[in-house]
């Protein structure tokens, strides 16, 4: 979860360790808002994977998305699960959210679903209302028209038309998994591996030192180290607000801000990736909001395909930020992050935790939240997910969705309809799962 922000980190850079036998701290029992559309707890009813999931190979199980509700994921053997991790961060509002579903009934709103259009030549009469309403920020390429000598030499893969530029990113970053975004991406072995690439610069990203307070020289040091300049001229720089897939690795305000003025200095481009972090996740609709400057990012336009885009995405964006307004979503985020993250200080007193002493660790806590089973695991999970599919042990439900990251990291992304009584029913679970955990 995003919103845990730094702080967090300051778990996740501990090892796992047990304490005295009897020592146990149980989260209070927030007051549950009504809710006719969610669950109200998790429900286990068989191991995971289930007998409608077995034999599924690198998939984890099969969802019943038609049963799963707000913050709850139900598989397809009625396993009810408390869904922390969200689709890898992408369901905003969790499952089957009343005012996406009217949106998609809405008769006035199904040509949209039914109608694709090649937007770059053919777009439908009510898209500047709808992208004004969801999305509107473009940067042209200016008034320069192309020379006769760039335009001969970019088909031909030559400078002028084609510059020898490139592209600066981060170790551990994650950008995507197309050609040009796989030569910045560089948090896991598989997305790189056999897959030919740019040779584009690569700088390091801070490792921070925790706690914060008693290593202030030390991640001075390190983030000038990471800032300090060399190397090829970049056309522009591309960097995540926090490094998801890479180990939810942060970052102070002063280095990205002084990163954006080296940008600005000469001339180059500056991208920041918040496929993760925006929407609200950090309590901020976007995380460089948290910057404290009034000029924290570009946004280039250079793309055009068949598509490029789909207009009924941004029905459900219009709405996603009606939602996130009329409920006071950053408000519900700031409130139950500050509670989750209350509730794993308290828990240090038992025990230290979120980032294992090494992944077998990790990846025997993932599947204990979610299943419980009482065999410890030590074959490698999936991992993209953290999750596998492990022979059947003695069962004892659990039924909590969480996922991994970088070496031996927990990554927490509930939804933003996430609110104390589910941090109170989260931090419960996770402690009875650590005080069996050997």
Known sequence: MALLSRNLTVLLQQNLRLVTPGCRYVSQTATKTESEFEYDAPSMKTPIPGPRSKNVGAINFFCNYEESRGNYLVDADGNRMLDLYTQISSVPLGYNHPALMKVLSSPSNLSAFINRPALGILPPENFPEKLTESLLSNKERGSNSPSAEETSSCMINQS???????????????????????????????????IPSFDWPIAPFPRLKYPLEEFVQE???????????????????????IQAEGGDNHASADFFIKLRNIARKHGCAFHVDEVQTGGGATGKFWAHEHWGTNDPADIGY??????MGDPSKNLFLSEVLNVIRRENLLEEVTRSGKTLLHGLYELQGTFCAVDARDDVTRDNLLLKLRDKGKQEHTEKPNTHTRFSVFPHTPFLSSGVLLGGCGEKSIRFRPALIFKDYHAHLFLNIFNDVLSDHK
């Open 219 to 241: 991640n001075l040091q390190e983030e000038a180290r990471c800032l300090e300049e060399k190397g090829k001229p970049v056309a522009g720089i591309v960097i995540e607000p």
């Open 302 to 307: 250079r793309i055009f395909n068949t598509w």
């Open 160 to 194: 002028p038309g084609c510059p020898d530029l490139s592209i600066l990113s981060f170790m551990g970053a994650f950008h995507g998994r197309t050609m040009g975004c796989l030569a910045t991406t560089h948090s896991k072995i598989i997305h790189k591996l056999d």
